[in-house]
């Protein structure tokens, strides 16, 4: 693929066929700029050179068709892409291990790994959500190579689903120790958006720790909220709604809800992490968070025969609208019902990679009750006399189990 275009890109996306890369680089491209995205995943090349998305990210894909007949894209496991960019820029995954601790050297690594295709004049903007210090240890590797190449974080701060019109509305937070590259990097933002906020590299990398984990203790927040008013009979949603009408102050109060997904919680362990573990609010918000699913079976355990019953999940993806399942409490739902149910089925309209799912028609017709993992649209209007549990609200027949 490489070979068939120009070997010179404005931007070198590594990780350029993930969750994140992917929209940032169709975005650029359809800004004009001419990308090459990297990835060490074959699959995942083929498909996007072949003009599909790998992944659901509305609105990807009419850009994805417009800048790949324009010759403005390619995905390519040749690292020869990233020689011949200005403008590289790192988005790999983040993850924490099975211990929870986050991986500190995953993007180092990832450097260490292209550092060879690395050549002065460069741009390096780091834009994964990353353990704070890291871009300081880029810096460190960048030096210790002879490089002359600016080093920027930039991180990156779209919602999964909503890529294609944040990351040409949100406000694009720019961070480096060097003048000429904050110049560099807000240039090539610029591209995107006019709103430009700039940092030091180390209160970047919080400002990202702390947006996520900020959004993680609301959802706890509610989640407890949601426990202790169904622990008394009533409906948490009645109440929360009450409180929130026309009352600016609490309406920022979520509903109730499996807050899950790649980013929250492993984003809330790293601060925990960086902060010598000492982190209550935090590591009281995944108590809380993960434990929703145990509380869910518990209660309902209070009022059927769980072991006689066949238990339908409805949404396996981590929330609405989405096929991305890392880290979906459905998914730990279903762990602890095998248990306890007779029998587990599941559903979700989006999912592709697990052969377990099964139609929506069958579910809703063996399950001799329905709980509600993800709340996709489609579930809203669903009609049956099975009955559903429905935390979210999302069919706005109460929330009370
Ligand atoms: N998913 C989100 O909504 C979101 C939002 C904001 C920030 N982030 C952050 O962005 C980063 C990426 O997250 P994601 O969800 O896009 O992950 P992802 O797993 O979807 O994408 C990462 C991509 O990097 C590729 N990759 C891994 N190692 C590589 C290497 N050495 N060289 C080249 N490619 C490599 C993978 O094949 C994959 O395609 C994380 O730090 C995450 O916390 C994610």
């Given at each position: 693929?490489?070979?068939?275009?120009?070997?010179s890109?404005?931007?070198?996306?590594?990780?350029?066929?993930?969750?994140?890369?992917?929209?940032?680089?169709?975005?650029?491209?359809?800004?004009?700029?001419?990308?090459?995205?990297?990835?060490?995943?074959?699959?995942?090349?083929?498909?996007?050179?072949g003009?599909?998305?790998?992944?659901?990210?509305?609105?990807a894909?009419?850009?994805?068709?417009?800048?790949?007949?324009?010759?403005?894209?390619?995905?390519?496991?040749?690292?020869?892409?990233?020689?011949?960019?200005?403008?590289?820029?790192?988005?790999?995954?983040?993850?924490?291990?099975?211990?929870?601790?986050?991986?500190?050297?995953?993007?180092?690594?990832?450097?260490e790994?292209?550092?060879?295709?690395?050549?002065?004049?460069?741009?390096?903007?780091?834009?994964?959500?990353?353990?704070?210090?890291v871009?300081?240890?880029?810096?460190?590797?960048?030096?210790?190579?002879?490089?002359?190449?600016?080093?920027?974080?930039?991180?990156?701060?779209?919602a999964?689903?909503?890529?294609?019109?944040?990351?040409?509305?949100?406000?694009q937070?720019?961070?480096?120790?060097?003048?000429?590259?904050?110049?560099?990097?807000?240039?090539?933002?610029?591209?995107?958006?006019n709103?430009?906020?700039?940092?030091?590299?180390?209160?970047?990398?919080?400002?990202?720790?702390?947006?996520?984990?900020?959004?993680?203790?609301?959802?706890?927040?509610?989640?407890?909220?949601?426990?202790?008013?169904?622990?008394?009979?009533?409906?948490?949603?009645?109440?929360?709604?009450?409180?929130?009408?026309?009352?600016?102050?609490?309406?920022?109060?979520?509903?109730?809800?499996?807050?899950?997904?790649?980013?929250?919680f492993?984003?809330?362990?790293?601060?925990?992490?960086?902060?010598?573990?000492?982190?209550?609010?935090?590591?009281?918000?995944?108590?809380?968070?993960?434990?929703?699913?145990?509380?869910?079976?518990?209660?309902?355990?209070?009022?059927?025969?769980?072991s006689?019953?066949?238990?339908g999940?409805?949404?396996?993806?981590?929330k609405?609208?989405?096929?991305?399942?890392?880290?979906?409490?459905?998914?730990?739902?279903?762990?602890?019902?095998?248990?306890?149910?007779?029998?587990?089925?599941?559903?979700?309209?989006?999912?592709?990679?697990?052969?377990?799912?099964?139609?929506?028609e069958?579910?809703?017709?063996?399950?001799?009750?329905?709980?509600?993992?993800?709340?996709?649209?489609?579930?809203?209007?669903?009609r049956?006399?099975?009955?559903?549990?429905?935390?979210?609200?999302?069919?706005?027949?109460?929330?009370?189990?």
């Amino acid at each position: 693929m490489l070979s068939k275009m120009s070997s010179s890109f404005d931007v070198a996306i590594v990780g350029g066929c993930g969750h994140v890369g992917l929209p940032l680089g169709l975005a650029l491209a359809d800004c004009g700029l001419s990308v090459a995205l990297y990835d060490v995943n074959e699959a995942a090349i083929s498909v996007v050179n072949g003009g599909q998305m790998p992944f659901e990210e509305p609105g990807a894909l009419p850009v994805l068709a417009a800048v790949l007949d324009a010759g403005r894209i390619t995905a390519t496991s040749e690292r020869a892409a990233i020689r011949g960019a200005e403008h590289v820029v790192v988005v790999i995954g983040t993850p924490i291990d099975e211990h929870l601790n986050p991986d500190l050297n995953a993007v180092t690594e990832a450097i260490e790994e292209i550092g060879e295709c690395l050549v002065d004049g460069q741009i390096l903007v780091l834009r994964s959500t990353v353990y704070p210090g890291v871009t300081a240890l880029v810096e460190q590797i960048v030096a210790r190579r002879g490089l002359d190449v600016d080093v920027a974080f930039c991180p990156e701060r779209i919602a999964e689903g909503k890529a294609m019109t944040e990351l040409y509305e949100l406000p694009q937070i720019v961070a480096s120790r060097s003048p000429r590259a904050l110049e560099r990097a807000e240039k090539l933002f610029r591209n995107l958006t006019n709103q430009i906020v700039y940092l030091e590299p180390e209160e970047a990398e919080l400002a990202k720790l702390f947006t996520n984990v900020w959004r993680y203790i609301k959802f706890a927040s509610a989640n407890q909220l949601y426990m202790m008013a169904n622990d008394f009979g009533l409906d948490y949603e009645r109440i929360r709604s009450a409180l929130a009408f026309d009352y600016p102050r609490a309406a920022d109060l979520p509903r109730a809800g499996f807050a899950a997904g790649p980013c929250l919680f492993k984003d809330t362990m790293q601060l925990a992490a960086f902060n010598n573990n000492n982190f209550q609010l935090g590591q009281a918000s995944v108590m809380v968070n993960e434990g929703l699913p145990l509380y869910v079976v518990a209660r309902l355990e209070q009022s059927v025969n769980l072991s006689k019953s066949t238990v339908g999940i409805l949404g396996m993806s981590f929330k609405a609208e989405s096929d991305d399942i890392r880290s979906s409490l459905s998914y730990k739902l279903k762990r602890i019902l095998r248990f306890k149910a007779a029998r587990v089925l599941t559903h979700d309209p989006y999912v592709r990679v697990d052969p377990d799912l099964l139609p929506l028609e069958q579910v809703v017709a063996e399950s001799d009750l329905l709980i509600i993992g993800s709340p996709h649209s489609e579930y809203r209007e669903l009609r049956t006399d099975t009955p559903i549990v429905d935390i979210w609200n999302l069919r706005e027949q109460g929330v009370r189990i």
